[in-house]
Every structure is written in structure tokens, then in C-alpha cells.
């Protein structure tokens, strides 16, 4: 009945490797559109799994300190990542930006 961080983390792989294949060979919008709820899947079962595998092994009263700090290294790997997309191409960045808030 119960999944396991092992069966969430699958399911979790399974969904992003889905979605980005069809994000390599989508031909139009709306195939990107299509799979587009995938997303969610994968930011879900990644976040519990996450969650629960931490959970388990912080020791007795740190369970709260453990997801702080998932949450500070998520976070450094956003600021990096467009840190290194700033410097390479400064100006992908602001395309990337003005892709945004098109979407919004």
C-alpha cells in the first residue's frame, strides 16, 4: 500500500525522464502542454521522499533542522545555477526572465 521513499523517488525519476523526453522531441506547444502535469508529480513525490527519508534519519528532535537544510541546499542550487547561466550568457538570462513573465 505504502510506496516508500524508494518507490516515490521511482516514480519521481520516471515522471522527469518522461517529461524531458518529450520536451526534447515536441514538435508543437501543445505537446509540451500535454505533459506539462508531470511536473507536479515529480516535484511532489520528490518533496515527500525527501521529507520522509530525512525524517527518518535526522536523530530524535532534529527532524525540522534536517528539512531547513534541504531546504538552504535547494536553494544554493538555484542561486548557482543562474549565477553560471548569468555569467556564460548574460543575455540568456534575461530571455530566460522575459520567457517568464510571457507566461504569467
Not at 54 to 59: D, L, S
Request: aromatic share 8%; charged share 10%; net charge neutral.
Amino acid at each position: 500500500n505504502n510506496p516508500g521513499v524508494a518507490g516515490l523517488l521511482l516514480t519521481a525519476q520516471l515522471a522527469y525522464s518522461l517529461r524531458v523526453g518529450v520536451y526534447a522531441v515536441a514538435a508543437t506547444p501543445w505537446a509540451v502542454l500535454a505533459v506539462e502535469p508531470l511536473h507536479g508529480v515529480t516535484f511532489g513525490c520528490w518533496q515527500t521522499a525527501a521529507v520522509e527519508h530525512f525524517r527518518m534519519v535526522a536523530p530524535e528532535g532534529a527532524e525540522a533542522s534536517s528539512q531547513g537544510l534541504v531546504s538552504v541546499v535547494k536553494a544554493l542550487g538555484f542561486v548557482c545555477g543562474l549565477s553560471l547561466i548569468h555569467i556564460s550568457e548574460p543575455t540568456r538570462l534575461l530571455s530566460i526572465s522575459y520567457a517568464v513573465f510571457c507566461l504569467k
